[in-house]
């Protein structure tokens, strides 16, 4: 499967934005996918997870409440609904996939190529 990441941008503190995951080649619905970010000199951090199916999320705790991961297999795209944007949220931001669902960057064997997300104080 591969896959494209878009709908980074610069925000001001609080603002929104939605990340997009675009899927082509296998079966989307067969994977689940999870975001992960990655801020300037730092490791690449789990941010959310999705099921398959939908029916399983959960996200990091610098995250929880404020994103929201989502999925429209009828489209081929995950997606990630970030709300009440701080500044510690700065970073790129990657969408990836893997047949179970798990929290682990190295068990992920899909990558999209990231899209950077800034936010302003």
């Known amino acids: 499967v591969q896959l494209q990441a878009s709908g980074g941008g610069l925000m001001q503190t609080g603002g929104s934005l939605r990340l997009s995951c675009a899927a082509s080649g296998h079966s989307f619905r067969s994977y689940s996918v999870g975001w992960f970010r990655q801020a300037p000199g730092k490791e690449r951090d789990f941010v959310a997870y999705?099921?398959?199916?939908?029916?399983?999320?959960d996200y990091a705790a610098s995250v929880k409440g404020r994103f929201t991961i989502s999925r429209d297999n009828a489209r081929n795209t995950a997606y990630l609904q970030m709300n009440s944007l701080k500044p510690e949220d700065t970073a790129i931001y990657y969408c990836a996939a893997q047949t179970s669902v798990t929290h682990y960057r190295t068990n992920y064997g899909y990558w999209g190529q990231g899209t950077l997300v800034t936010v302003s104080s």
């Open positions: 999705i099921s398959s199916g939908g029916g399983t999320t």
